[in-house]
């Protein structure tokens, strides 16, 4: 039986060096890249402007293309099959730069790691162990553990940096879930409390670092501090923003859960919300949104002005059934294009410091 392997060994390797005494000379030169039709800058008041960065459909676009011999390993032993998006639904990106995307319609996570050219699929698929079935949306602690909602399995799953599972909240016996229907997530970078939509509950629940429930605060309704179905949430210095989508607005709270005002109204001619999706907030405190209706990125200040938008469209920069979005700590925007079955990111470049206006 060993003597059956080193024949296998050695006639793979002949047949290697074989095929690089024959190796085509396009296969020796550095092919040039197929430069992305440019998409033009969005110059607003003050010198801010908005660029477009890249556009990411699969674990290629980690991994990045093959040199010289990874080439010659797909003449001799087939061209290699990267894992796409699926439909991905959620994206959030660690300390290190990890882009990390939930994908409900394969069922598990992808893990982007540029800088080391590395990718991973995240997958629990065990019976009577806390499966994932549709894992929704995701965020990222200070430690860079990850926190991934699932809609159908009522619970959060919790992942630590290197993908292994770490805990999971809400998990019931009898493989229940606490949760009717977790939806967004976000966590307090000061205290550690995750928030977690509970859409059919109408509720905020808010979470310490075990999982154990602190507090919750909103009901059913169409007041301030009352829900239609609140889907995202994110949760940026003294502030929480939720995504109310069938009251077509966003909410804001204090971290307790004090209510403070509201973005959106039905029949204004611009900045109408009609399908709210993610939300996120960059570093002027812009709040920016997913109008999934229009297939948009809508942008406001706090007091609910429409600043500008983006998206709507197929080609670059442009976007079908957008459902997630995250914004860095360098305005690096991240936009989850599901229908188009890719991410895509963007640049912010807010005032100069010292210009007026400018975040100290």
Known sequence: ???????????ILSA????????????????KA????????LLMDGGRKLSYQQTLTSELDARGAP??????????????????????YGVAVDSKGRMIVTD?????IHIFDFSQHKYKFIERLEKGKDPMTEPQDVAVDAKDNFYVTDSKAGKVFVFEPGGKTRRVFGSLKGGEGFFKRPTGISIDAQTGRVYVTDTLRDRIYVLNAEGEVLKYFGQHGTGPGEFNLPTAVY?????????DALNFRVQLFDKEGVFKGQIGQTGNPRGDIYRPKGISIDSENHIYLIEGQWGLVQVFDQEGHLLY??????????????????????DKIYVVDSYNQRVQIFQYHGLSQGAPGAQQ
Do not use: C, S
Request: aromatic content about 12%; glycine content about 18%.
């Open 16 to 31: 290697f060096l074989l095929t690089l005494m024959f190796v085509p000379a396009w296969a020796a030169k550095k092919q």
């Open 67 to 88: 040199g010289f011999w990874g080439k010659l390993a797909n003449v001799v032993l087939g061209e290699r099959t990267y894992k796409p998006l699926g439909r991905p």
């Open 309 to 330: 938008h983006f998206g709507n469209g197929t080609g670059f920069g442009k976007f079908l059934l957008p459902t997630g979005l995250f914004i860095d700590r360098n």
């Open 1 to 11: 039986m060993a003597r059956r392997g080193k024949t296998f060994r050695a006639g």
């Open 104 to 108: 409900p319609g394969l069922g598990g």
């Open 34 to 41: 197929v430069p992305e039709r440019p998409w033009p800058e």
């Open 235 to 243: 949760v940026k210095g003294g502030l929480v923003a939720v995504v």
